[in-house]
Structures are given as C-alpha cells and as structure tokens.
C-alpha cells in the first residue's frame, strides 16, 4: 500500500513539473513576442536641428522679388514605424532674413519693414508656429513626395489650416523633410499692399501669395 503511494505521489510530481515548464515556456515566448511587437511598433521622437532646419520664402510684386529665411529655433517630429503621428515647429520671427539683396543699408531696411506692423509685426506676434493634424503616407519609392501632410499655421496672431505634399527620408539617427507650399498672407491678416485691398498701388503692388520651402531635420532622441 506504501509503495502505491508513493508511486502516485511521484507520478504527480512527474506530470505537475512537466505542466509547470511548460507554462512556464508559453510565457516566455508571449513575453518575447510583446517585446518584438513593442520594438516594432516602437514611437520614435526626433528634435529637430535649428541649424538645420529654416523656412525659406520668396515673395513677389511688379517687377520685383526677394527671398529670405525664417529661423525654426526649436520642435520635434513624431515617428511609429515610418508613419509620422506628430509635427511641431517653433518659427522665431525675430529672425526674418533677406537673402538676395547685397546692399547692407537696403538689406536692413528691408527686414525691418518685414518686422513692423505693415507686415508681421514682430513686437506683438514674435513666433510662428506649424502643428500636425494628419499625415498621409504615399506608396512611393523613398526619395520621391511621399506624404500629404495636414497642419495648422499659426501666424500673426491667426492660426489657418494648410495642406501641401512632402518628401521625408528616414534613417537611423535622424529624420529629413522638405515641403513646398504657397500661402495667401491677406489670410493671416498680413494686407500691406495688397491689391485685394488697396487700390492704384501701381508698382508698389506686391502679391499676396507667398512661397514657402519647409525644411526640417531632426535627430533621433
């Protein structure tokens, strides 16, 4: 009767370390396929590289043109396996630049003009900012306008929502984007000279719409 006993006490213990190590295993790998799941579907936060990443404008009236730059001194881009979930961009308007003219004198005063109520009026309305709303990703091969991205611009005290196609490469460390867009300024309340709103501006005339590149580029944090 003992050993009988014993026989079944060490059957149990037989079957109940076999069950044991195997729940055990089936643990183990749902915990490795979370962690392949997670490392797959991992968000990756890049800050962007204010010494990379500008505005460049161009903007046109009667037989004249100029260009500059925009500062974007801070902001970071959002990433979940190649599908951008997040855009920031801090734009300091203090930092408005022209490029093309060579003549220091009318080069400054230009920008200060830019800087002054006429335009941006920098002293009340110091930064511009860009916020994502939506972003499309395009089955493209890489290189090519792979996105349609949806934002908000708030500028001049006004915040408009703008669309405009964009190309992003990504890499290991880093993120780079460029967009083209066009702005109407008279939506932002920018109306100097404007020949929607004034009139017998002859040559004075300058256009309302602006021609903006967005460059950005930020590194992995």
């Known amino acids: 009767m003992t050993k009988k006993i014993l026989l079944a006490t060490g059957l149990c213990s037989v079957l109940l370390f076999s069950f044991t190590k195997k729940d055990d295993t089936t643990s183990s790998e749902k915990t490795n396929d979370l962690m392949d799941i997670q490392n797959f579907n991992a968000v990756e936060k890049f800050m962007l590289d204010p010494k990379k990443s500008k505005v460049e404008w161009t903007a046109k009236g009667v037989g004249k043109q100029h260009n500059g730059t925009v500062d974007i001194t801070t902001g970071s881009i959002f990433i979940d396996t190649k599908q951008i979930t997040s855009i920031y961009a801090f734009m300091d308007m203090k930092t408005i630049k022209n490029a093309d003219i060579k003549d220091p004198g009318f080069n400054k005063q230009l920008t200060d003009h830019l800087k002054s109520a006429d335009f941006f009026n ?30 908000d611009l708030n500028m001049h005290g006004i915040t408009k929502s703008v669309e405009f196609p964009a190309t992003v490469i990504f890499g290991k460390k880093k993120v780079t ?45």
């Open 177 to 221: 984007a460029t967009a083209l867009l066009t702005i109407d300024r008279t939506q932002w309340e920018v109306k100097y000279n404007s020949g929607n709103y004034f009139q017998d501006l002859g040559d004075k005339l300058i256009e309302d719409k602006i021609d903006l590149k967005l460059i950005l580029e930020g590194n992995v944090q």
């Open 122 to 151: 920098i002293s009340k309305y110091p930064s511009a900012t860009f916020k994502l709303k939506k972003a499309t990703r395009l089955d493209v091969p890489e290189g090519q306008v792979n996105y349609t991205i949806v934002g």
